[in-house]
C-alpha cells in the first residue's frame, strides 16, 4: 500500500519570502501522479500543482512550484513571494496510474501561516 | 462552470437519526468520489463510481453506510442510524476520466 508522508505539521513564513513543504512517498509502482492541494479555513479542498511521474521536468504554477525526486521518492512545494492567501493547510497526494487506481491517499497535511 | 456542489453544508444531527448528503458533480466528469476527512484519521475515501457505478467501496466504515448515484449528476451518501463518531467533513469530488479530482466545497457533520 502506497504512503504518504509530511513531516512538517506546521511551518510559517513572512510575506513575499520563500517557503518549501516536504512530502514523501512509498510505493513500489513506477507510473502515478502527485499533487498538492490546499485547504484555507473555508475548508474547501482546492488543487495547487500536479506532477505526473514519468515528465522528468518539475511542474509549475504560478508561484508554485515542486521538486520532484523520483528516486528518493520526494515530492516538495515551494512558494514564492508568500502572500496572506497561501495560510491555509497543504496536503500531499498521491495516485496510482493504472486501470482501476484511481483512489487518492493523502498526507496528514502541514498547516503554513503567512506572517504580515 | 459551479464546480462540485455539495449539500448541505452544515448538517447537526442527534444520534440515530438517518442523514443524506448530497453531491452534484462537475458534469461530464465520469468519476465520483466521497471522502471523510477527521482529526485522527485525517483525509479517507469511502467509496468512488465510474459512471454511475460503484467500483470500489472498501472504505466505507460499516453497513450503517451506503452510496447511490442514480445518474450522472446526483450522488448521495447515506448514515442510519448515525453514530457520535461519524462527526467529520464529507467531501465528494470528480474527475474527468483517469484525472485530477476536483473537490465540493464538503459538508460539516455533526452528530449529538
Excluded at chain 1, 12 to 30: G, K, M, P
Excluded at chain 1, 52 to 67: I, L, W
Aim: glycine fraction near 6%; hydrophobic fraction near 35%.
Amino acid at each position: 500500500a502506497q504512503t504518504v508522508t509530511q513531516s512538517q505539521p506546521e511551518m510559517s513564513v513572512q510575506e513575499a519570502e520563500t517557503v518549501t513543504l516536504s512530502c514523501t512517498y512509498d510505493t513500489s509502482e513506477n507510473n502515478y501522479y502527485l499533487f498538492w492541494y490546499k485547504q484555507p479555513p473555508s475548508r474547501q479542498m482546492i488543487l495547487v500543482i500536479r506532477q505526473e511521474a514519468y515528465k522528468q521536468q518539475n511542474a509549475t504554477e504560478n508561484r508554485f512550484s515542486v521538486n520532484f525526486q523520483k528516486a528518493a521518492k520526494s515530492f516538495s512545494l515551494k512558494i514564492s513571494d508568500s502572500q496572506l492567501g497561501d495560510t491555509a493547510m497543504y496536503f500531499c497526494a498521491f495516485r496510482n496510474s493504472g486501470a482501476g487506481s484511481y483512489q487518492l491517499t493523502f498526507g496528514k497535511g502541514t498547516k503554513l501561516s503567512v506572517i504580515p | 462552470d459551479a464546480g462540485v456542489i455539495q449539500s448541505p453544508r452544515h448538517e447537526v444531527t442527534e444520534m440515530g437519526q438517518e442523514v443524506t448528503l448530497r453531491c452534484k458533480p462537475i458534469s461530464g466528469h465520469d468519476y465520483l468520489f466521497w471522502y471523510r476527512q477527521t482529526m485522527m484519521r485525517g483525509l479517507e475515501l469511502l467509496i468512488y463510481f465510474n459512471n454511475n457505478v460503484p467500483i470500489d467501496d472498501s472504505g466505507m466504515p460499516e453497513d450503517r453506510f451506503s452510496a447511490k448515484m442514480p445518474n450522472a449528476s446526483f450522488s448521495t451518501l447515506k448514515i442510519q442510524p448515525s453514530e457520535p463518531r461519524d462527526s467529520a467533513v464529507y467531501f465528494c469530488a470528480s474527475s474527468p476520466i483517469a484525472d485530477t479530482q476536483y473537490f465540493g466545497p464538503g459538508t460539516r457533520l455533526t452528530v449529538l
